[in-house]
């Protein structure tokens, strides 16, 4: 019997994060996934042509987007909260994102795919603020402005709880709530 191309894709995805989260994208090979899949490489290079076409690959596979069940204040608030529990559950996935974008300043073939999901993440934290200026009654212009620091400050605090044990994320998290719901949306004084 032949394993379900399917499984073992998702095999093979699951195995290079894996290598990945322990060695490092400078340190992992697909010799080293196939190995850790239990797989012959052959196989690893029949679904993924390179090893950057693998890693934008696992980079797909765990960074899915969370839906949210609101929209407005309340969709932010919640997305805040989900951003708290990513920066404790999934310190794994959020090394290999910070290492990827380092490693995209220089690839050809990584940069583009990563320069994709910062696009994206940031478009979802957009479209996040166009919802809570819309509630507002406010003018939606300076949403992508406002994507563009929040995902700035998430990506710094991730960092910073990565590299310093003793960083307190989920405070981080709430001044960045607290700043952005009433700093940043409210319109300016005398309006």
Not at 12 to 35: C, H, M, P, W
Not at 106 to 134: C, K, N, T, W, Y
Not at 155 to 162: A, D, E, K, R, T
């Amino acid at each position: 019997l032949t394993e379900h191309p399917i499984n073992a894709r998702e095999k093979i995805l699951q195995a290079a994060f894996t290598v990945l989260a322990r060695e490092g994208y400078e340190n992992t090979s697909i010799k080293d996934i196939a190995e850790e899949a239990g797989v012959a490489q052959g196989l690893v290079h029949y679904h993924y042509k390179s090893k950057q076409q693998l890693v934008l690959a696992v980079l797909a596979f765990v960074c899915q987007k969370v839906e949210l069940g609101v929209e407005g204040e309340a969709g932010a608030l919640q997305a805040f909260e989900q951003t708290k529990a990513m920066l404790k559950e999934s310190r794994a996935t959020n090394s290999l994102y910070i290492q990827l974008i380092g490693v995209s300043l220089h690839d050809p073939v990584i940069g583009p795919g990563v320069r994709d999901f910062i696009r994206s993440d940031r478009a979802h934290v957009e479209d996040i603020a166009r919802q809570v200026l819309a509630e507002r009654e406010l003018d939606p212009t300076p949403a992508r402005g406002i994507a563009g620091v929040v995902w700035a400050a998430i990506l710094g605090i991730m960092v910073q709880s990565l590299v310093d044990p003793e960083f307190n994320s989920d405070e981080a998290v709430d001044a960045l709530a607290a700043m952005s719901l009433s700093a940043v949306f409210a319109p300016p004084p005398g309006v």
